[in-house]
């Protein structure tokens, strides 16, 4: 089994900053995509950036230039640092990987972590 563990948020104030991460553990032999995605209440879950194990990455429009997206495979482990915070970014957000969990496990499967609250607020 595999688990993705968020850390990293919280309240903070317009404007500020703030560094989540998300970490896999368990059994791996690989972390393929993996992906933070975000839910403010009433709204629908969007994707807010991913990134490939090889480093290409995808940030939603909304946040370029403000969120980077990041990771260190030796640690199996995916950042996102999130710059010049709104009010608007104030969401759950969560963490998706694909992992493999042996070479055999061609097409790997998707794990979710249980999410870490965001609060952009005065």
């Known amino acids: 089994q595999v688990q993705l563990v968020e850390s990293g948020g919280g309240l903070v104030q317009p404007g500020g900053s703030l560094r989540l991460s998300c970490a896999a553990s368990?059994?791996?032999?690989?972390?393929?995509?993996m992906l933070w995605y975000r839910q403010a209440p009433g709204l629908q879950r969007e994707l807010v950036a991913s990134?490939?194990?090889?480093?290409?990455?995808y940030v939603l429009a909304s946040v370029k230039g403000r969120f980077t997206i990041s990771r260190d495979n030796t640690k199996n482990t995916m950042y996102l640092q999130m710059n010049s915070l709104k009010p608007e970014d104030t969401a759950v957000y969560h963490c998706n990987a694909n992992v493999q969990e042996t070479y055999m496990d061609f097409y790997g499967k998707d794990y979710w972590g249980k999410g870490t609250q965001i609060t952009v607020s005065p």
């Open positions: 990134i490939t194990n090889s480093g290409s990455s």
């Open positions: 368990g059994n791996i032999f690989r972390v393929n995509d």
